[in-house]
């Protein structure tokens, strides 16, 4: 069955860096767009990037573009996202997914929390 299991969030000070790890598995990786959103407390979870099948076609919500980076290695099976001079409102669980028509698989999400 799919499975998705993120990894590296934390408490990271403003300014500072994170880099959030996917692992997928019972799919062939190859074949499926990743991505990643985020549920912050009390708002609808976002889209915050996607990576198609090759590497060279990568989307990012508006307020993360130039800071984020969302990336993938084929042969580890793993979908990962580079976050950039964080900010306070970038605090938010951050889901990997995975969409093989009709059904949506997430992971079960990795806390993210921006504070000085």
């Known amino acids: 069955q799919v499975r998705l299991v993120e990894s590296g969030g934390g408490l990271v000070q403003p300014g500072g860096s994170l880099r959030l790890s996917c692992a997928a598995s019972?799919?062939?990786?190859?074949?499926?767009?990743m991505k990643w959103y985020r549920q912050a407390p009390g708002k609808e979870r976002e889209l915050v990037a996607a990576i198609g099948t090759t590497v060279a076609s990568t989307i990012y919500a508006d307020s993360v573009r130039g800071r984020f980076t969302i990336s993938r290695d084929n042969a580890k099976n793993t979908v990962f996202l580079q976050m950039n001079s964080l900010k306070p409102e970038d605090t938010a669980v951050y889901y990997c997914?995975?969409?093989?028509?009709?059904?949506?698989?997430w992971g079960r999400g990795t806390q993210v929390t921006v504070s000085s």
């Open positions: 019972g799919f062939t990786f190859t074949l499926y767009s």
């Open positions: 997914n995975v969409r093989r028509a009709p059904i949506d698989y």
